[in-house]
């Protein structure tokens, strides 16, 4: 498995009336990021965008990047209905709540 990818793909609905798309790693999650308006760009974005970029310099861990992309996600309102969040360590993967 590569190092940058997501252990569970993060599933985001970019935007209302389109399928859901699932993003499998750092270099797609910053792909997304980069394509996000400026106008848009607060400090949770940032803090997703320097955890995924940290990711590919090995200074952030996948899995810490991978979470701070799902918080982007989920407060910006793209994170898909049906999307589980990742188990932690010794527990079971769980639904988000609507």
């Given amino acids: 498995m590569d190092r940058l990818q997501f252990e569970v793909p993060v599933r985001i609905?970019?935007?209302p009336g389109l399928?859901?798309?699932e993003i499998y790693g750092v270099e797609q999650a910053l792909d997304f990021l980069q394509g996000w308006p400026a106008?848009?760009?607060?400090p949770i974005y940032q803090k997703a965008?320097?955890?995924?970029?940290g990711a590919t310099v090995e200074v952030v861990k996948t899995e810490e990047a991978c979470r701070a992309f799902m918080t982007f996600?989920?407060?910006s309102g793209?994170?898909?209905k049906d999307m589980?969040?990742?188990p932690k360590r010794g527990g079971?993967?769980?639904?988000l709540r609507a």
């Fill in 73 to 75: 996600c989920r407060v």
């Fill in 13 to 15: 609905t970019p935007a």
């Fill in 84 to 86: 589980m969040t990742p």
């Fill in 49 to 53: 965008f320097n955890a995924c970029f």
């Fill in 78 to 80: 793209l994170m898909a």
């Fill in 92 to 95: 079971q993967a769980r639904a």
């Fill in 19 to 21: 399928p859901v798309e």
């Fill in 39 to 42: 106008r848009r760009q607060g």
